[in-house]
T-cell receptor, first 112, second 115 residues
Framework: GQQLNQSPQSMFIQEGEDVSMNCTSS?????WLWYKQDPGEGPVLLIA?????ELTSNGRLTAQFGITRKDSFLNISASIPSDVGIYFC????????????FGQGTRLTINP | DAGVTQSPTHLIKTRGQQVTLRCSPK?????VSWYQQALGQGPQFIFQ???????QRGNFPDRFSGHQFPNYSSELNVNALLLGDSALYLC??????????????FGPGTRLTVT
């Protein structure tokens, strides 16, 4: 089935550092979405990408839809304590697909 | 503008029992999807409801069933509960007229514990 491999699984950084995480698949994906989940909460949509090569920003967050349509990355600049949480990539496998396929998540920890 | 709401927040059930979880979509959304999230994992798609019908289903047994009401709210029913059904159950809604469910907005989830 469709699987998304997210890396790294966890990150430990200092406040103010930049963060980069990525998501890859052996299959072509039609859309890529990035979510953040805090403990005990549901995932919150950060960025949605629809076209190969698309680069989209949301404040300090920037995400790109890979040219091959098999990968995506998320960058966070100048990290702050509230960036702590689990980041998930997700995507739709084909046009018209209803289900989102999720990666395993990247757990971000920030040392003040 | 109320977001996606789910009830109850937490639930404890015994093996073999049945459970019903409820979801109200975000205002203006007509499509509801349900996901199961085991501890330390990403959410797994259960099924999606649109126009009161199941539109797509993930790899879950028939013990998992759902319903969508005319006001777009939805229920997830799980019969004959197993210990492995313990998880966070997430509801997500999508904007009306999207033609799909590209941007899904999640509720806070219902934590189900089966003992």
């Amino acid at each position: 089935g469709q699987q998304l491999n997210q890396s790294p699984q966890s990150m430990f950084i200092q406040e103010g550092e930049d963060v980069s995480m990525n998501c890859t698949s052996s299959s072509i994906f039609n859309t890529w979405l990035w979510y953040k989940q805090d403990p005990g909460e549901g995932p919150v949509l950060l960025i949605a990408l629809y076209k190969a090569g698309e680069l989209t920003s949301n404040g300090r967050l920037t995400a790109q839809f890979g040219i091959t349509r098999k990968d995506s990355f998320l960058n966070i600049s100048a990290s702050i304590p509230s960036d702590v949480g689990i980041y998930f990539c997700a995507g739709h496998f084909y046009q018209g697909a209803q289900k989102l396929v999720f990666g395993q998540g990247t757990r971000l920890t920030i040392n003040p | 503008d109320a977001g996606v709401t789910q009830s109850p927040t937490h639930l404890i059930k015994t093996r073999g029992q049945q459970v019903t979880l409820r979801c109200s979509p975000k205002s203006g959304h007509d499509t509801v999807s349900w996901y199961q999230q085991a501890l330390g994992q990403g959410p797994q798609f259960i099924f999606q409801y649109y126009e009161e019908e199941e539109r797509q289903r993930g790899n879950f047994p028939d013990r998992f069933s759902g319903h969508q009401f005319p006001n777009y709210s939805s229920e997830l029913n799980v019969n004959a509960l197993l210990l492995g059904d313990s998880a966070l159950y997430l509801c997500a809604s999508s904007p009306a007229g999207s033609g799909g469910s590209y941007e899904q907005y999640f509720g806070p989830g219902t934590r189900l514990t089966v003992t």
